[in-house]
């Protein structure tokens, strides 16, 4: 495979992670955002309604006070809405990804403190639901979400996402680093 | 009193012989039956009445479903919780937000909570606990035992010495009808194993307050609970969430506005 080609695999991968990463970050956010109550529709009453449950499952890693986890479950799901955007659409894709691979360790790290406690929560990481918090889970982040952040956080860097043409209009090798 | 009721209780005449003979004999009856301890429970029980006038028995009481709810069953939140006594976590969501639930919004009628026994295998002390809770219960003491065991957790999970803080959180009179009650408890009592598994295996049916417990453990493993403390929030009769772990007052109160809106 020569070079031009491996630029090409490169800005193909790069795009499909950070779709990928992108819509995991929305699916999360619509899963907090999402109506709880039955036959409701969308409305400022019923997000407000699911901020306050997604607040309890925040609420529950007994990780901060009762204020702040309030406020964190009222930002969170935004700042997952806003990040998937940023992701999916490419735009400064270095520092996207990077806040990312941030996010996603802190959410890590939130269910390995809440599970080395003995607490037997739900993540609340896609909505309400779902099995206690434990390797599964942990694993499914660690080994799963957080290699394509980091995967994406290096592509950013070594993989130049336009393809370069020389004066004569023909297309060169891509630069392996910078860009 | 006349003439022929003295002469039948003056001895003279075959009628007063004959009232001789019944007063004895129904005085021996009362004598055999206050004195038969050999007998089985329901026997006994029976002749308690008679003979020494107890309270209700045993058998009266078993038949009573405890109740270990806080509010009006008309509120438009209900909760209902899992808990175990011995569980700390639980201890924590007691101390830190039934409390407060129960005074602000289930006296005001905005929530009505449902308390049901999940007493762990892990801990010890947890199903004997659940025992007097709920023979507490039957005699209207739940609450104030409730808060005994939470209050004084780490003692009695230390000995397994229940009986000191139910006694205390009682009139005595309250904790005689308890006792009455807890004296079959004698088997180990009903505990949470693996989902399916019969409460009653170890425990069998001569505590009258285990079926109860053991309700309590199969509506648990039927609505999917795991862990304790778990609540389930319905609205309006709808189930909302179900949720394990603890959660402020705050912010469960924060949650309770956006529905009460």
Redesign the interface.
């Known amino acids: 495979m020569d070079a031009q080609s491996r630029a090409k695999s490169g800005r193909i991968l790069l795009i499909l992670g950070r779709v990928a990463l992108g819509v995991i970050f929305l699916v999360a956010a619509w899963s907090k955002l999402k109506p ?3 036959g409701q529709s969308w409305s400022v ?1 019923s997000v ?2 699911s901020l ?2 997604f ?3 925040v ?2 890693y ?1 990780m901060v006070s ?2 702040t ?2 406020t964190i479950a009222h930002v969170l799901p935004f700042f997952e809405l806003v990040l998937g955007l940023w992701l999916t659409s490419g735009i400064g894709l270095r520092i996207s990804s990077l806040i990312s691979t941030l996010a996603i360790c802190a959410f890590i790290y939130a269910m390995f403190s809440a599970w080395r406690r003995g ?4 993540c609340g990481c896609f909505g ?2 779902g099995p ?1 918090i434990g390797p599964k889970e942990m694993m499914r982040d660690g080994f799963i979400f957080l290699p394509l952040s980091i995967a994406l956080v290096v592509g950013s860097f070594v993989v130049n996402r336009k393809p370069q043409s020389s004066s004569t209009g023909e297309a060169i090798p891509v630069a392996q680093t910078g860009g | 009193m006349n003439a022929d009721a003295n002469r039948g209780f003056s001895g003279g005449g075959q009628f007063g012989r004959a009232s001789q003979v019944f007063v004895a004999l129904a005085l021996a009856g009362l004598l055999v039956t206050g004195t038969s301890s050999a007998r089985p429970p329901q026997a006994t029980a029976k002749s308690t009445v008679v003979a020494h006038k107890a309270p209700p028995t045993k058998a009266t009481i078993a038949t009573t479903a405890p109740t270990k709810t806080y509010g009006s069953p008309n509120a438009p939140i209900k909760l209902e919780i899992f808990t175990d006594y011995q569980c700390p ?1 639980c201890q924590v969501f007691y101390e830190q937000t039934l409390r407060y639930m129960i005074s602000d919004y289930v006296a005001s009628g905005k929530v009505y909570v449902v308390h049901h026994d999940f007493p762990l295998v892990m801990h010890q002390y947890s199903g004997q606990a659940a025992r007097w809770a709920n023979a507490a219960a039957t005699v209207g003491e739940f609450e104030a035992v409730e808060a005994a065991f939470y209050n004084n957790q780490a003692a009695w999970t230390a000995d397994g010495n229940l009986a000191k803080y139910v006694v205390a959180a009682m009139p005595k009179s309250d904790f005689d009808r308890v006792q009455a009650i807890m004296k079959d408890c004698t088997t180990p009592a009903p505990q949470v194993t693996t989902p399916g598994a019969d409460p009653l295996a170890k425990s069998g049916t001569s505590c009258p307050v285990d079926q109860y417990i053991a309700k309590d453990i199969q509506l648990g493993n039927q609505d999917g609970v ?2 304790t403390p778990t609540f389930i929030i319905y ?1 309006n009769g ?1 189930k ?13 109160k ?2 309770f ?3 009460l ?1």
Not at chain 1, 119 to 122: E, G, K, Q, S, Y
């Open positions: 709880v109550l039955p009453s407000e309604t306050a449950m607040a309890m499952g609420d529950s007994q009762s204020g986890a309030s607490l037997t929560i739900n309400q639901g206690p | 976590i795991n862990a609205h709808q909302i969430t179900q949720s394990s772990g603890n959660v402020s007052w705050p912010i469960l924060q949650f506005d956006t529905l809106k």
